[in-house]
């Protein structure tokens, strides 16, 4: 059984296709990224999975369960979790503040600074700055911040949700080779030691062929290739309408 699975799931704005049929399965565990073209589906697909948009046919399967009518906050609630590419953090709270509020309304928790339980909730959030390499930042304003921890802050934020999937849109966007790097062995930490399921987009396709253990290709909003990062390469499908040609 797929972990998450999308059935000839299409999305039609007007007469327009943003999703057109699209069949596929995401593993647990998996690090799957999706690519494409600019207007190739590739967010409009996300927010199917993640309920942001209604299905205009097909269907949304999460650990077997059809989900295709659930809202996105009953999906978020079950462990789907979205970052988005415009990084949308509370600028005025601090670092800390920030991971610690998801937590807390994740977990449906009023804030009573002073509840036994509240020492828990620090915990983890601390742990998860450590894991985020923002520990250092903690007590940081989130708008003073570089624009790469700024990212990094919004993965800490969704982590806090504690989901079991992750979707990134496009998670090293404005970075520098450097901070990429960083997000990249970030991702891979996330999955391997918190296993957490992380489904990606992204256009610097050394960041893709560099993490994903699986890829696929929207174009013209259909799944044109499916497979390991060597047999989309070989693709001659991928080759003539994504990576210019050349294997």
């Given at each position: 059984m797929a972990f998450?699975?999308?059935?000839?799931?299409?999305?039609?704005?007007?007469?327009l296709w943003?999703?057109?049929?699209?069949?596929?399965?995401?593993?647990?565990?998996d690090i799957h990224a999706i690519i494409g073209p600019n207007g190739a589906g590739k967010s409009t697909y996300f927010n199917l999975i993640t309920g942001y948009h209604r299905a205009t046919t097909g269907k949304v399967f999460y650990k077997g369960k059809d989900i295709t009518r659930l809202p996105a906050y009953e999906r978020c609630n079950q462990g789907i979790t979205r970052s988005f590419q415009i990084t949308s953090i509370y600028p005025k709270l601090t670092v800390y503040e920030s991971v610690l509020m998801a937590l807390l309304?994740?977990?449906?928790?009023?804030?009573?600074?002073?509840?036994?339980?509240?020492?828990?909730?620090?915990?983890?959030?601390?742990?998860?700055?450590?894991?985020?390499?923002?520990?250092?930042?903690?007590?940081?304003?989130?708008?003073?911040?570089?624009?790469?921890?700024?990212?990094?802050?919004?993965?800490?934020?969704?982590?806090?949700?504690?989901?079991?999937?992750?979707?990134?849109?496009?998670?090293?966007?404005g970075m520098s080779p450097e901070e990429t790097e960083t997000t990249m062995s970030l991702i891979k930490k996330l999955c391997e030691e918190r296993g957490i399921t992380i489904l990606f987009t992204e256009h610097d396709m050394a960041?893709?062929?560099?993490?994903?253990?699986?890829?696929?290709?929207l174009h013209q909003g259909r799944l044109i290739a499916d497979g390991t990062p060597q047999e989309v390469r070989e693709s001659e499908d991928v080759q003539k309408v994504y990576l210019g040609g050349t294997a």
């Open positions: 998450l699975e999308t059935q000839d799931v299409s999305r039609a704005f007007g007469k943003a999703v057109n049929r699209v069949s596929l399965d995401l593993r647990q565990g309304v994740h977990r449906k928790v009023s804030l009573n600074f002073f509840s036994p339980a509240m020492r828990f909730f620090k915990d983890e959030v601390s742990r998860i700055l450590e894991d985020i390499g923002l520990a250092d930042q903690a007590h940081r304003q989130g708008d003073s911040i570089s624009h790469g921890d700024k990212k990094r802050l919004e993965l800490a934020v969704t982590v806090g949700t504690e989901p079991e999937i992750l979707l990134l849109d496009e998670p090293t966007c960041v893709v062929f560099g993490i994903a253990k699986r890829i696929s290709v």
